[in-house]
């Protein structure tokens, strides 16, 4: 797979075009960001379709729809990450290029997420390269690093995007959470928590009544506003609340509290609990089964 096809070239060029109109808060650059991505995918599975050795003309003057193209490659059995969400984004284009207005700043968000996992993935298993190193070769540096401050890494990024929401505040508070989540899945995971949460969300293992299990005590004040930042979330997530640059700065305390409070936690003597707590439920859980059994035998 060669990243000095044309195709693959103009795609990661669209792609490093789309984070400049992404950083933008002009809305016909919410527009722009979408017709971007879009066609940044479809260039790169043309490229990948090129690779498995097929050709992309339907005809001499016509290459082949982006459809066809993902029709190509699971005939060839070549994976394609996000696939649902991928078609979701491609109906999004299609929409667009038909009507007036823009998609909102929740849409914008949400495909520029979802197109750059699809590219670290793809980079990744069928170029052999590294996405941000890649990236980096298509976009200016003060773009990339204005869209950077959306990913929180640390404390020191948790600051960057308070800065962030004074341009950008709903960016800011979901990549706010998204810390949230990371932080509270790594935290699960020093305990085997996580894989036993099952359908679950992850941040159900934050709740007050989820750490009494266990023999911790989240502060009250603190519980209630990790409950709010989750409602605000869930709010701005469906349109009925625009957060303020207030909200942000209040979530981000929320986080940072949270996380000394994870730091201060006896690792080894919580994690003997959990699994104590873990092995009670599979011991009353086969004792249901095996009850029921006996009852409808």
Avoid at 86 to 93: A, H, P, Q, S, Y
Avoid at 148 to 155: G, K, L, S, T
Wanted: aromatic share 10%; net charge negative.
């Amino acid at each position: 797979m060669a990243i000095e096809s044309p195709l693959f070239q103009s795609s990661m060029e669209l792609l490093g075009h789309s984070i400049s109109h992404f950083n933008s808060a002009e809305e016909l650059d919410r527009k722009l960001v979408i017709l971007h991505l879009a066609n940044s995918i479809e260039l790169i599975l043309k490229d990948m379709v090129l690779d498995s050795e097929t050709s992309i003309y339907k005809n001499p003057k016509e290459t082949i729809t982006i459809h066809s193209c993902i029709e190509i490659l699971q005939k060839n059995e070549v994976p394609i990450p996000f696939l649902n969400k991928i078609e979701l984004l491609i109906d999004e284009r299609n929409a667009l290029q038909h009507r007036f207005g823009s998609p909102n700043k929740l849409t914008s968000i949400f495909y520029m997420d979802i197109v750059h996992n699809f590219f670290k993935e793809v980079l990744k298993t069928h170029y052999n390269q590294d996405f941000n190193e890649v990236l980096a070769q298509f976009v200016e540096e003060k773009e990339l690093t204005a869209y950077r401050m959306r990913e929180p890494n640390d404390d020191t990024e948790l600051e960057n995007l308070k800065k962030l929401s004074k341009v950008h505040s709903l960016g800011a508070l979901l990549s706010a959470m998204t810390y949230f989540e990371g932080i509270s899945r790594e935290f699960g995971k020093k305990f085997g928590i996580e894989n036993k949460l099952r359908t679950r969300p992850v941040w159900y293992m934050t709740s007050p009544r989820y750490f009494e299990k266990f023999g911790i005590d989240l502060p009250e004040k603190l519980g209630e506003r990790l409950d709010e930042a989750r409602r605000l979330r869930n709010l701005v997530a469906h349109g009925r609340r625009e957060p303020s640059k207030a909200d942000v700065a209040n979530t981000i305390d929320s986080i940072e509290e949270f996380e000394r409070f994870l730091s201060n936690i006896d690792i080894e003597k919580t994690k003997i609990l959990v699994d104590e707590y873990y092995e009670a439920k599979e011991l009353e859980r086969e004792d249901r089964q095996l009850e029921y059994e006996e009852k409808n035998n």
